[in-house]
């Protein structure tokens, strides 16, 4: 027994101070993203008046840049493609942890997919898995399931299969970062777009009420760090959403402020500003960006 | 609680502590430390099922030892009957109960008399249809005066739930296991190294192999209208490797913990897919289920002995009960009915017992036709295999008739790259272990220390970096 004992440890021993070599890839593993604001965030690199959080029609539809120009208040875009409200606290808890706190936070609005069950909006994991050499990224993908407690000591723990992949990741032409941290659409998708225009119920029962918390939750975050949080809904190349609105207008704080896009502007109904039903093409981002500028000087 | 959790990761070197260093003087407080865990590795799932174990075991006890006291032959054919009642009962109302009222509510349908079904919400007990056969062939081996009942209580019940093999195999015989139970376990260092081996290698089949073959055989199986036919085959193939690494791995996971507490456990899988027809491949896959099933109910049927009508309705026999075994669904049933429609060219010309031993015996390399004839085997096997994974019986029909379109010629749009070499590299281990009870039993055991330790450190940060992308229950925990 003592032999067995002594030979297992050994082994373990060894194998403990071996894999520490896997830190070499879980350091690498960063430096393969096009996408590094979730570092920076993490890292505390940001200063900013304003941040702008959401999914893709966040980071395709506010030009941050522009943003600052027209209103002077520094700015940064931290919306991501395809999550949900889950991840967008995620992203507002941790800018708050390790960056000074901004005055202004907008939170772009998915309509009726905001607080709704299931797809397709979801709390995007594969977007940690590359930041994992940050305990901080670590921990909440232990708390979601995603890593085991093994990883806060075994480093192979930490890693993907894709960690081992020398090359850097495919960067689509909507994925191009810009010094503000949006992705605007360059050019509109080869599709024809129909306007909808029937009138869309919502459906309550369909709601996700983590979701609901996850709301509740900014809206607090916002009030302890004395934030203004401004709520926005972008437009759509559809009628507006007013069962949505109605909804929306019981789980929020009237102290907040709320930016509608102008439905009555003819150039929402305009195609060519679409890259698809639900986001804008650059051109569109503009004219939109520039609606929340006059939004927030008018109200300084 | 599963194999692979950090609570079994824990669990195991608690028990293997108090086993070998607390209660290794005491044979019988070492039984009831084993069913202490036993019962904790149990109902760290569901409390409430430990009853269901607990009343099972007491059942069979009690039957055997009134076996042992009544010598009248109509009396003891009662108490059998009460036992498999019971037991059957058990598993029939947990398992059937669903299937068999929506069975009969859409054969009423069918004649245009629909009715209302009445269907429970039951949660099947994790294992039942495992620990049911071991019991029942303890019972039925005491009736059969194949075995002495036992009256030491502790010992029958650790038998019954043993944790490592109790919630999916392999299915151990009283006739194999309860006697280890009588006698004081000695610790071996080469058998617990042995051990380790064996469980190194199961996790490596599970987390690296099926978890992974998994993720892309869901992702198929579950838009398969959307795939070419090629795409379709790979995922049957994942299919394929998933099932077997899932259940050969938990096998070698519950035969090596068994090793480090002394025990034996019955090889389940011996290597099926390099079988050169359906019968060795029978007699390579769940072993201990395929003899379970030709002890208790194929040989009690009359087996071999009777006429070719015998042998061949003997044969459906077990193999449909095989797949209802396997679950409620009629999609098991067909895989069932299907193996037995491959076993009875074999059966009729009667080759069912041409190769008994194993491939390539004496070289390195399979011969041409051995080759053919494990590729043959190997895609009756695949075919076979889409009806189990498939939802129902319209989705593996769809499945097969898109697999076998012409689009089976283009080329494959899910092809994970890393995957298929480490396939390869599994099918190549496997290979070159197949004399073995399982691949690494003496792979490198002649090489330096070194060479050994790296080979399954390597083994183990591929396990870690596999397991951290996405896990997934074992499959036969459902069964």
Known sequence: ?300 | MYFNSLDFALFLPIVFILYWFVTNKNLKLQNALLVVASYVFYGWWDWRFLSLIVFSSLVDYTIGLQLNHTAQPSKRKLLLWSSILVNLGFLGFFKYYNFFIDSFVEAFSFFGSPIQPNTLDIILPVGISFYTFQTLSYTIDVYKRKLEPTRDIVSFFAFVSFFPQLVAGPIERATHLLPQFYKKRKFHYSQAVDGCRQILWGFFKKVVIADNCAEYANQIFNNSAEHSGSTLLMGALFFTFQIYGDFSGYSDIAIGTSRLFGFDLKQNFAFPYFSRDIAEFWRRWHISLSTWFRDYLYIPLGGSQGGTWMKVRNTFIIFLVSGFWHGANWTFIIWGFLNALYFLPLLLAKRNRTHLNVVAQDSKLPSIIELVQMGLTFGLTVIAWVFFRAESVTHAVTYLKGLFSSSLLSLPTIRPTNLLVLILFFIGIEWIGRRQHYAIEVLLLKQSRVIRWAFYMIIIAIIFVFSSDNQQEFIYFQF
């Not at chain 1, 093994?150 to 090359?167: A, H, P, V």
Request: proline content about 4%; glycine content about 4%.
């Open chain 1, 1 to 300: 027994m003592k032999r067995f004992l002594f030979t297992l440890l050994s082994f373990f021993i060894i194998f403990f101070l071996l894999e520490k070599a896997s830190w070499y890839f879980i350091n690498k593993a960063p430096e393969k993203e096009h996408d590094r604001r979730l570092e920076k965030i993490v890292a505390g690199s940001f200063n900013k008046d304003l941040i702008i959080i959401g999914s893709s029609r966040g980071v395709n539809n506010i030009l941050a840049c522009q943003l600052e120009d027209e209103t002077g208040l520094s700015s940064y875009n931290l919306s991501y493609k395809g999550v949900d409200i889950l991840f967008q606290l995620f992203i507002l808890e941790t800018y708050l942890k390790f960056n000074p706190s901004p005055k202004k936070v907008l939170l772009l609005l998915d309509h009726k997919h905001t607080f709704a069950k299931g797809n397709p909006l979801f709390f995007r994991d594969d977007l940690l898995f590359p930041f994992s050499k940050y305990n901080y990224i670590n921990n909440k993908l232990i708390a979601r399931g995603k890593r085991n407690y093994g990883s806060k000591i075994f480093g192979l723990l930490r890693l993907n299969r894709k960690d081992f992949s020398t090359k850097k990741k495919k960067v689509l032409p909507n994925e191009v970062l810009t010094d503000c941290g949006s992705m605007p659409n360059p050019i509109k998708r080869p599709i024809t777009l129909e306007y909808q225009d029937e009138k869309l119920i919502y459906q309550v029962n369909n709601e996700n009420p983590k979701k609901i918390e996850a709301f509740k939750a900014i809206q607090k975050l916002c009030q302890t760090n004395n934030i203004k949080l401004i709520t926005v809904f972008p437009p759509n190349y559809k009628a507006f959403d007013f069962g949505f609105m109605k909804r929306f207008n019981q789980l929020n704080n009237s102290e907040n402020s709320v930016i509608i896009y102008d439905t009555l502007n003819p150039i929402y109904k305009n195609e060519s500003i679409y890259f698809d039903e639900s986001h804008l093409i650059r051109d569109g981002a503009k004219i939109f960006t520039s609606e929340i500028s006059e939004f927030i000087n008018s109200n300084k």
